[in-house]
């Protein structure tokens, strides 16, 4: 089986993590995981968090890229809202091409042992949400530039008072000319 990002080079066997087995390409160092092989070998795992703050930058196959069992297309799946990246999945094989230093990257986002929730649409809506918020948080604070911390302190006051309509409705009343 051909390595789907280099072509021309050969899957082999090889450990990517405490013995879980993918087939890996020597040239890219790409790897190609069964998400079944997976599954079995993650509820044989003990969980341990992550102690990394940092999230290292690792090149992102923009390819579209074929499966190499079946030669359908893979699908890109986002993988945080902390990086870039994004895994491919084919869902007729249910395999994942896993770029060179992305386990890695899962490793740091202490995903490595939910792999196959970055797969649902649950994960992708919540991801596309947030990208959202932080955006029009932004947004919001590009608009007010120094104010924004005062506005928000006040506004953060205001959703606990229990008058908050009452100062609403007071802030809307223009003044008389």
Request: contains cysteine; glycine residues 4%.
């Amino acid at each position: 089986m051909n390595c789907p990002k280099c072509q021309g080079y050969h899957l082999k066997p090889k450990k990517l993590d405490n013995g879980l087995i993918a087939l890996s390409c020597d040239h890219c160092k790409g790897s190609l995981l069964s998400i079944v092989q997976f599954i079995q070998w993650r509820d044989t795992q003990e969980t341990k968090g992550n102690t990394s703050q940092t999230i290292c930058e690792i090149d992102e196959t923009s390819d579209l890229i074929y499966c190499p069992k079946c030669s359908g297309f893979m699908t890109k799946y986002q993988i945080s809202n902390q990086t870039h990246n994004r895994l491919d999945l084919c869902f007729r094989c249910y395999e994942t091409w896993i770029d060179s230093g992305e386990w890695q990257l899962l490793q740091q986002l202490d995903l490595q042992k939910n792999l196959e929730s970055i797969f649902s649409e649950k994960w992708q809506k919540h991801l596309l949400l947030k990208n959202v918020e932080e955006n029009a948080e932004k947004r919001i604070k590009n608009h007010f530039g120094n104010a924004f911390n005062k506005i928000n302190a006040f506004k953060m006051w205001l959703d606990t008072y229990d008058k908050k309509n009452d100062v609403i409705d007071y802030l809307k009343k223009r003044k008389p000319k």
